[in-house]
């Protein structure tokens, strides 16, 4: 009930799931590519668990995102996107506990290896951030987050999502980090890149 769990049996040139060698069991979700030997098999799987109705397959996820993207811009509205990961537990684990928080608009999704993505639409980035803060009395460990916002890090969900994964890249565990404090900026001559 939990998903798939993958164990390496000793094989002589290892397992690898998404090129990173695993050495312990761990859980694979849909979209994970495993590689033994020269085979590769892509992991195709629903996502189920209970309060189903806010858990997305990360394709649907990334649709809805785009389609709230519009309708903000047809509104004037904010959306924000959390990306969380769980140091101690792995994403399925903590995908089910955020679907017990949600509000009926919101989405979430695994969006990665170890990362889960919840699509908040109508909220800033001030209730975005205490949602994110919220995330570590889910039981699941310390977790650290992302939080990005459209329109200020974004209007295509590529850019937000990235934004939020970079911020939670740039989070401790425990610690929640908007994107707009995670970009880098590079002077090269004139020019400034974000």
Known sequence: PDGLRLSDLGSRHG???NGERITEPRLVVSGDVITIGKGLLVVRRPVRAAGGSHISEPAMFVRRLGEELSRLAQYEREL???IARSVDRDAPALLAKIADRLRV???VSIVGARFVGVLLPELGSDEADAFAKSLGTLGVGRVSAGVATAPYDGLDPDALLGAARAA???AEPGQVV???DSAETITAG???IL
Do not use: E, K, M
């Open 190 to 192: 004139p020019q400034r």
């Open 15 to 17: 397992t690898l799931v």
């Open 178 to 180: 908007q994107a707009r």
């Open 105 to 107: 608009i919101d989405a």
């Open 80 to 82: 924000s996107v959390v």
């Open 168 to 170: 939670c890249a740039a």
